[in-house]
């Protein structure tokens, strides 16, 4: 007679999710984790202590910024200069940065992304919404230029973030390492268990195969 094969599936399923798992791990222990929290509360201290660079849109701002990359974005509910300023938060700006000799630097267009913020006027909502980035190659004056589309009317204060060139390479050199820690173990938990529940269907299929044989 010939020998039964013991189903398999539920057991590759879970050397798979092992696998899995051991990436992770070894992704997680390339990250640099104290460099990159420091990071992040040194810019979360920035911004909560340094002056905004800041300007009325439609309208242009010049700043001197380090090497880095910058973040464009406008403020639907802020004060500028004394004055309250409300906006809508679907205006479309076209953003142009220029560097102290006039020429101009490439604009990475994002898809509308906004940051809730805290307004000044209980029961208002208020929020930071995201135009452009770009990198700035080296430190010196850079302008920046907001401008609404035609007949489209309106004004808003104008937020520019800088993130200078350290600060962009920790974030670069763990974003590899954090995006495979996530997706490993992401894929890892979802193997685990897909292998878990086949291996008992598989036990249980076996036992009442075996209950019915004569």
Known sequence: MARKRRPRLGRFLLGIAAVLAVGAVVAAFNVSWTRLETTRADMRHRMETEIPHRFLAPGTGVFDFPAG???????????????????????????????????????????????????????????????GSAVLPDAGK?????????????????DVFVIDANE??????AFGPVLGTFCSGGAAAFFGVLGGLTLWMERRTARALAALAP
């Open 69 to 131: 990359r910058v973040f464009v974005s406008y403020l639907t509910d802020t004060e500028f200069d004394g004055t309250r300023h409300l906006a809508p938060n679907e205006l479309v700006f076209e953003l142009t940065v220029l560097d102290a000799a006039g020429d101009p630097i490439d604009v990475e267009v994002e898809a509308t992304h906004r940051a809730n913020l805290q307004s000044a006027r209980p029961g208002r909502s208020a929020a930071a919404v995201l135009v």
């Open 168 to 173: 962009v390479a920790v974030l670069e050199s």
């Open 142 to 158: 850079y302008s920046f230029d907001l401008q609404l589309g035609e007949n489209e009317s309106s004004r808003a204060v104008a």
